[in-house]
């Protein structure tokens, strides 16, 4: 699709903004002190909800980071790559050359340039620039700021590889519902035909005067607090931001031919999360997965973005079968021997989904087997160890794989137990 020109007012402001306040702002300095993570585009979330296991770690692969910003998800893909030993390179694709910079400076600061390359553009016009083919994409808080969001994602949809897949994040409306009326202020208070830096101090003085029952002061909203002024502006002065409900954002998916794989976290977008009476839970639960999901959305009043993973619908997906002992788990956020070490048997994990509180039920050996998995041995491996520790071989055995069974249906729902393929497999 050949990039059209710029005749929307409102898209020349979202590109001026960006050149002069990159977001989010970021230090290459302190690459040396963390590594941010998140998702999408965590490589163990990739190789489940993309390749579901399929795909051999050998494999070069092949990605773009589209919209990359001032480079987040592109140095933390980067860095788990290397630190996996995984083959392949990245492609960088942003229009803004201020982002750039500091997405180059915090790649050079890890040693990781041969990762990575560099394209200025729009993603508009990626088929040209950056034809590829990928076998992941990344579109990361992007979509919703761009005057044709269906144009882009099939922009970006055209240089997907067979059987490849995206990550992308939107942002989702009621959760953001506090922003939206700040916004909504500002336009007042601050119009856009004012200088950017008064329109800042404008909205720094009704930040701070803002009475503390105001749904923005009740989001898990920190932009405009602790992220300079590139974090304020793009919160609450952006010249175009567009929220997706769920239903909205596999409309969107399906016009690009594509279909979510999940929406990160499973277990947030299922109604029994939030509903606790018994009929409406068996009510819910009859519903199709799309209309589960947009009543969870309803339900939680929190949401404030929705992550989703998506393939192209004609490729065909299923889920990683977690009865094949050859694949290898891999816990996300956790740390097995850790937690193993402070739970015993029938204890459970707290879990904060925007607010909402839920709790995940260990099975008995839950802290066994949790203590094994090191995202290096096979599901196999670690059923023969939790099997031979019970005494019982045989009935030890069979025990622990009910118990794998339970204890990967909880916390593959809320994302932290992932497969993925062995070694050549």
Known sequence: MPNQPMTDPADDAVAAQYEAYPY??????????????GSPSFLAEIDHWVFAARSDPARPLAVLVAGGGTG???VMLAQQMEQAGRPGHITYLDRSAAAAAIARKRIAARGLGHRVTFVQGSLLDASRIAPGPFDYIDCCGV?????????????IAAVLAPGGGMGL???APHGRAGVYMLQEALATLAPASEPLPARIEAARRLVRGLHPGHPLGRGAFRDHLDGGDSGLVDLLLHPR?????????????????????TLVEPLRYDPATYASDPKLRARAAALPWAERAALAEALSGTMVVHIAYAVRRADGWTAPDPSDERLIPTLRDLDGKALAASL??????????DGVRTQLVLPPLGPALL????????????????GASAGQPGAGRDR?????????ATLNAANKLLLAAPPGG
């Open 169 to 171: 994040m939107v942002y």
């Open 344 to 353: 015993g048997p029938g204890q459970r994990i707290g879990l904060d989904l």
């Open 241 to 261: 931001d567009r929220p997706y409900t769920v239903t909205q954002l596999i409309a969107l998916l399906a016009g690009a031919g594509l279909h979510a794989t």
């Open 400 to 408: 622990a794989a009910r118990d794998w069974a339970a204890l990967y």
């Open 371 to 386: 203590a094994r998995i090191d995202g290096r041995r096979s599901i196999g491996a670690v059923l023969d160890a939790v």
């Open 24 to 37: 989010p702002a970021r230090d290459a300095r302190d690459e040396a002190k963390r590594l941010i993570l």
């Open 143 to 155: 979509l919703h700021h761009l005057p044709d969001p269906a144009a882009g994602l099939a922009a």
């Open 72 to 74: 987040d998800g592109l």
